[in-house]
């Protein structure tokens, strides 16, 4: 640097009429709000860097650098790079252009370029974004802008992304303090709290490992392990068997960064090879990103449906250990319909049973790699027990027999698909139909025609 360029930096400095806190695109992270800047201004290490000042009547400066700019904030962690640097004093405004470089303890950030209003400590970045945050995740995008933390504006920082952003949200293993999971956000519009909170706006889409998620709006809380998802949102697993969830809202908790719990209400509905289920609220238990168990209730009933079976209840309860459907039980008026064994007989007419509580149970080791629903293995009716069902008539394959039973419990056992054996337990009653050959029914005899005698012939006098 040579002496008239010393000369113009060391007027700046003692002018100290340069007040400029640096750009950023980070949030929070650990460290208190921070404060206004003073900015001290080197040149670039190519020696190009070319200074000029004017001192305006109010008394402030208009400052301009080209050639290479590097600024640094006194007594603070903050370094800004950029080719060129334009500061108006009476506006406390100031434009950074042109491979824009930012560090702070929080953030790294480059863009083409910047525009700080340094009144409302406000930055924007255009062209080119790219954000690191402490935390390790990264946003891309076209436009941002950035809220400084400065007290006593404001005490978390907030970063609003425009143009269809793309967040990469690195999450830490809080046992091993480790990344663990990435989460990619993208959306029309993302905002970012402190590094912790996200809310994303307009075709937002939501991906995880083996998890795919969308929404017209999303809410994420790194701290709490939760998010929201909502307006016409779906919660997708992809794995070898896949599931799906949608509803009203659907709210995702996370233990450890790993999904362990999805609930959608109301109208949720979650669909898996083995079974769907609708329902006013559907809360789904997963583990390692498979389904193990569903639940459904609200003032709508529950409805589980397969494809052979279909229950209605109050509430129900299905178990799936390794996404293999294992039990289903059903509390409040349940009630259960099913298809006969087509193999044995021929109806229109479905199999059908009530209670209070229906416990169905299926043969998960029988056909466990199969790739089909697991077939039922029992199912129990408790208290108010109803069934209605068919029974095989060995002689007249379309009109098999059907049996009505009720008693306070009813066990059905299955096999090979069809009945095998009923027990009734108390105050048990009970009607049994069946189908009769007519053809060896006795016609009657065809009923005899009299006809009146005929008239006489005679002569009339």
Same mark, same amino acid.
């Given at each position: 640097?040579?002496?008239?360029?010393?000369?113009?930096?060391?007027?700046?400095?003692a002018l100290?009429?340069?007040?400029?806190?640096?750009?950023?695109?980070?949030?929070?992270?650990?460290?208190?709000?921070?404060?206004?800047?003073?900015?001290?201004?080197?040149?670039?290490?190519?020696?190009?860097?070319?200074?000029?000042?004017?001192?305006?009547?109010?008394?402030?400066?208009?400052?301009?650098?080209?050639?290479?700019?590097?600024?640094?904030?006194?007594?603070q962690?903050?370094?800004?790079?950029?080719?060129?640097?334009?500061?108006?004093?009476?506006?406390r405004?100031?434009?950074?252009?042109?491979?824009?470089?930012?560090?702070?303890?929080?953030?790294?950030?480059?863009?083409?370029?910047?525009?700080?209003?340094?009144?409302e400590?406000?930055?924007?970045?255009?062209?080119?974004?790219y954000?690191?945050?402490?935390?390790?995740?990264?946003?891309?995008?076209?436009?941002?802008?950035?809220?400084?933390?400065?007290?006593?504006?404001?005490?978390?920082?907030?970063?609003?992304?425009?143009?269809?952003?793309?967040?990469k949200?690195?999450?830490?293993?809080?046992?091993?303090?480790?990344?663990?999971?990435t989460?990619?956000?993208?959306?029309?519009?993302?905002?970012?709290v402190a590094?912790?909170?996200?809310?994303?706006?307009?075709?937002?889409?939501?991906?995880?490992?083996?998890?795919?998620?969308?929404?017209?709006?999303?809410?994420?809380?790194?701290?709490?392990?939760?998010?929201?998802?909502?307006?016409?949102?779906?919660?997708?697993?992809?794995?070898?068997?896949?599931?799906?969830?949608?509803?009203?809202?659907?709210?995702?908790?996370?233990?450890?960064?790993?999904?362990?719990?999805?609930v959608?209400?109301?109208?949720?509905?979650?669909?898996?090879?083995?079974?769907?289920? +609708? $329902?006013? /609220? *559907?809360?789904?238990?997963?583990?390692?990103?498979?389904? %193990? =168990?569903?639940?459904a209730? &609200?003032? @709508?009933?529950?409805?589980?449906?397969?494809?052979?079976?279909?229950?209605?209840?109050?509430?129900?309860?299905?178990?799936?250990?390794?996404?293999?459907?294992?039990?289903?039980?059903?509390?409040?008026?349940a +009630? $259960?319909? /099913? *298809?006969?064994?087509?193999?044995?007989?021929?109806?229109? %007419? =479905?199999?059908?049973?009530? &209670?209070? @509580?229906?416990?169905?149970?299926?043969?998960t080791v029988?056909?466990?790699?199969?790739?089909?629903?697991?077939?039922?293995?029992?199912?129990?009716?408790?208290?108010?027990?109803r069934?209605?069902?068919?029974?095989?008539?060995?002689?007249f394959?379309?009109r098999?027999?059907?049996?009505?039973?009720?008693?306070?419990?009813?066990?059905?056992?299955?096999?090979?698909?069809?009945?095998?054996?009923?027990?009734?337990?108390?105050?048990?009653?009970?009607?049994?139909?069946?189908?009769?050959?007519?053809?060896?029914?006795?016609?009657?005899?065809?009923?005899?025609?009299?006809?009146?005698?005929?008239?006489?012939?005679?002569?009339?006098?």
């Amino acid at each position: 640097m040579n002496r008239r360029l010393e000369s113009t930096v060391a007027l700046l400095f003692a002018l100290g009429s340069v007040c400029i806190a640096p750009a950023a695109l980070a949030q929070r992270v650990g460290p208190a709000p921070g404060s206004k800047c003073v900015i001290e201004i080197e040149g670039s290490t190519a020696g190009t860097t070319r200074f000029n000042s004017i001192k305006l009547p109010s008394g402030e400066r208009n400052t301009y650098v080209g050639g290479g700019s590097i600024a640094r904030c006194q007594g603070q962690d903050v370094t800004l790079i950029s080719d060129s640097t334009e500061y108006y004093g009476d506006q406390r405004l100031m434009y950074l252009i042109g491979n824009v470089h930012y560090s702070d303890p929080r953030a790294k950030v480059d863009a083409d370029h910047m525009t700080y209003w340094m009144e409302e400590e406000h930055i924007r970045a255009e062209g080119n974004v790219y954000a690191v945050m402490a935390s390790g995740s990264t946003m891309r995008g076209p436009v941002a802008d950035y809220y400084r933390a400065v007290a006593p504006i404001r005490t978390e920082a907030i970063l609003v992304s425009t143009g269809r952003p793309r967040l990469k949200v690195v999450q830490i293993d809080t046992l091993t303090h480790k990344p663990s999971d990435t989460v990619d956000v993208v959306a029309d519009r993302i905002t970012s709290v402190a590094d912790s909170l996200v809310y994303a706006g307009g075709d937002v889409r939501v991906t995880r490992p083996q998890l795919f998620a969308t929404g017209d709006s999303a809410f994420m809380d790194q701290g709490s392990g939760t998010a929201r998802l909502m307006k016409k949102p779906t919660v997708e697993a992809r794995r070898t068997r896949p599931f799906t969830l949608t509803g009203g809202v659907i709210d995702v908790f996370s233990k450890n960064r790993l999904v362990n719990r999805v609930v959608a209400t109301p109208n949720g509905h979650a669909t898996s090879q083995d079974l769907q289920l +609708y $329902a006013d /609220s *559907v809360d789904l238990r997963v583990h390692d990103n498979e389904l %193990e =168990r569903a639940m459904a209730w &609200g003032k @709508t009933r529950a409805h589980a449906t397969s494809p052979d079976r279909d229950i209605v209840a109050d509430s129900i309860d299905a178990l799936l250990p390794n996404q293999r459907i294992h039990e289903i039980i059903s509390v409040g008026n349940a +009630y $259960a319909t /099913s *298809v006969p064994d087509t193999a044995t007989m021929k109806t229109d %007419e =479905r199999d059908w049973m009530r &209670g209070d @509580t229906l416990i169905a149970t299926f043969d998960t080791v029988t056909r466990a790699d199969s790739g089909h629903t697991p077939p039922v293995k029992t199912i129990v009716s408790r208290t108010n027990a109803r069934a209605y069902y068919h029974v095989k008539n060995d002689k007249f394959k379309d009109r098999p027999g059907v049996n009505y039973v009720t008693g306070r419990d009813i066990d059905i056992n299955f096999r090979n698909g069809g009945i095998d054996t009923v027990k009734v337990r108390d105050k048990a009653s009970g009607v049994y139909v069946e189908a009769v050959d007519t053809t060896l029914v006795k016609k009657p005899a065809a009923p005899r025609t009299i006809r009146p005698p005929a008239p006489r012939r005679g002569i009339i006098h």
